[in-house]
């Protein structure tokens, strides 16, 4: 295990690397369901988020929000100190999350081992997209991710004593987190169970009515995506069936829904934060241009504002020269 961060930051991303081709495109959001549930499978992990979040009273606009930043460690640009800024502001919207488990032990969500349990959902949860989704990645490009993974998760500022020293060594934590540790959690049922969530903010104008006969089969379908995602062990201890006629046509729809994305001029298969990165390096937008924020229907509810644990600007700061708060008002 390492415990320094490694030397590289900023030179590990751009165009070149792995993490910008197989992270921050739209299509992770069909692992919309797998990285929340595989989060929240970790004992700790799952008990601060049951206890201390809002997750389940404003789960679509906490999702949306919070691709912002979690895309920003790996796409934002270096600050005046040479150092991506945005994974250190996630750290600490952490850290005033913690409490004590049901057998009597405490928790903390900047426990190490808590907190690279998150960060290798994200890493990882890109390879396994690409496997089922694409863009088609090779196993030297998984290796190249989990390369880069160490410098992404350096920029949390945290320790890096959980981090794996090798691919193989990830592979075999990656089982025995499946195996001996991941457990069944109501957070985690309320995760995969979207029938319902009223409609996402961005289909707000559809007639409740309507949502609501399309929420089950929508929910429905996501939940098969989301147990063919899983590994086996996963499967079992959730009491979920999955057959190789079922792989068989997941892998199939897979390969239609890659052909189909990749008609798509590149910049509108991005998500607005790795756009932004992508813009930068192409001399589409100024090195130093501020970052793209989430728009204001995504924010915590206004009594939320201000809070230590949540990211909440707004898009129209990046247009006017004005505090977030009056941003959002316009």
């Given amino acids: 295990m390492t415990s320094s961060p490694p030397a590289t930051d900023v030179a590990s ?41 809002d997750f389940f009273g404003e789960r679509w606009q906490r999702l949306m929000r919070s691709l912002y930043p979690i895309i920003g460690v790996v796409f934002d640009p270096a600050g005046e100190s040479g150092r991506v800024e945005t994974g250190h502001e996630i750290r600490d919207y952490h850290r005033d999350i913690k409490g004590t488990m049901p057998d009597g032990s405490r928790y903390h969500a900047l426990d190490p081992d808590v907190f690279y349990w998150a960060h290798a959902t994200f890493w990882y949860g890109a390879v396994r997209c690409a496997e089922y989704f694409g863009p088609p990645i090779t196993e030297a490009d998984k290796r190249a991710m989990f390369a880069e993974s160490s410098a992404w998760y350096a920029r949390y500022g945290v320790s890096m004593r959980p981090c794996p020293e090798t691919y193989e060594d990830f592979l075999a934590y990656w089982d025995h987190m499946c195996r001996e540790v991941l457990k069944d959690h109501p957070a985690v049922r309320t995760v995969l169970d979207i029938s319902e969530l009223p409609p996402p903010p961005f289909l707000a104008w559809m007639p409740a009515p309507v949502w609501r006969q399309l929420a089950k089969p929508v929910g429905r379908g996501f939940l098969w995506i989301t147990t063919g995602l899983y590994d086996e062990p996963v499967r079992a201890m959730l009491g979920l069936e999955w057959s190789s006629r079922d792989e068989k046509l997941l892998r199939f729809l897979g390969r239609w829904f890659d052909r189909g994305f990749r008609l798509l001029p590149h910049r509108l298969r991005l998500h607005p934060r790795a756009r932004d990165g992508w813009d930068r390096a192409t001399g589409r937008l100024a090195p130093d241009a501020p970052v793209i924020e989430t728009p204001a229907r995504n924010l915590p509810p206004r009594s939320e504002w201000g809070s230590s644990m949540h990211y909440c600007p707004v898009t129209a700061a990046r247009r006017a020269d004005l505090p977030w708060e009056r941003a959002v008002e316009k």
């Fill in 13 to 53: 991303f751009g165009p070149h690397s792995a993490s910008w081709r197989f992270f921050g495109g739209w299509h992770g959001m069909l692992m919309g369901l797998w990285s929340g549930s595989m989060q929240n499978m970790h004992p700790k992990l799952g008990e601060a988020v049951w206890v201390h979040s």
